[in-house]
């Protein structure tokens, strides 16, 4: 198994620019999670979805962020307009009736630095 | 008051000794409880669910639980360079599988 697919790994842009993030989760998983990772605020649920459908999406900051999953083998994340305050990791993870339930399988991560 | 609260460390462990992390949450209504590793720049890994009070061994590792407290504990038995990581706790109080993760702790252990 591939594992959860994240891209790009790495993406510098400057203050204004749109960012798009994209992760593949794993084939078969039903549910899929975005969280941001900083020093300072330490990992953070931003969206969940659930059969496609978005669950909770309290976590997202502000408008500038939206997520959206087109089929169960797609998602991105969107921050338009970027902003400095938005560098961090970006993680997508996913879990399923296939991995027991439970348990959250973590892409590599998307490092987002705006400049 | 956070949601899941850790020390944020570093711990610091001899190699071979035993390391004891520990977790607190506020959600009495919780069931499900995690330890993740996360290796510097790396994701996180799940290494132990526990979801009954009492322990849970796997390999070097235990996770123990006390709801009534509302504690969860992780041991690391003979500690090795290679368990040197940020350990997450991660708990889920809901119905459909949201995680609050602590800070996370981390453990150096030294040769």
């Known amino acids: 198994d591939a594992g959860v697919i994240q891209s790009p790994r790495h993406e510098v842009t400057e203050m204004g620019q749109e960012v798009t993030l994209r992760c593949k989760p794993i084939?078969?998983?039903?549910?899929l999670f975005w969280y941001r990772q900083t020093m300072m605020r330490g990992l953070e649920l931003l969206i969940y979805f659930n059969n496609n459908v978005p669950i909770d999406d309290s976590g997202m900051p502000e408008d500038r962020f939206s997520a959206k999953m087109p089929n169960a083998s797609f998602s991105t994340l969107k921050i338009q307009p970027s902003e400095p305050r938005d560098s961090a990791v970006y993680f997508c993870?996913?879990?399923?009736?296939?991995?027991?339930?439970?348990?959250?399988?973590f892409g590599p991560g998307t490092r987002l630095l705006v400049l | 008051q956070k949601e899941v609260e850790q020390n944020s460390g570093p711990l610091s462990v001899p190699e071979g000794a035993i390391a004891s992390l520990n977790c607190t949450y506020s959600?009495?209504?919780?069931?499900?409880f995690f330890w993740y590793r996360q290796y510097s720049g790396k994701s996180p890994e799940l290494i132990m669910s526990?979801?009954?009070?009492g322990d849970k061994e796997d390999g070097r590792f235990t996770a123990q639980l006390n709801k009534a407290s509302q504690y969860v504990s992780l041991l690391i038995r003979d500690s090795q360079p290679s368990d040197s990581a940020t350990y997450l706790c991660a708990v889920r109080g809901g119905s459909w599988g949201k995680l609050q993760f602590g800070a996370g702790t981390q453990v150096v252990v030294t040769p």
């Open positions: 993870a996913s879990s399923g009736v296939a991995a027991g339930g439970e348990t959250q399988y």
């Open positions: 084939s078969g998983h039903n549910s």
């Open positions: 526990i979801y009954s009070n």
């Open positions: 959600d009495r209504g919780s069931q499900s």
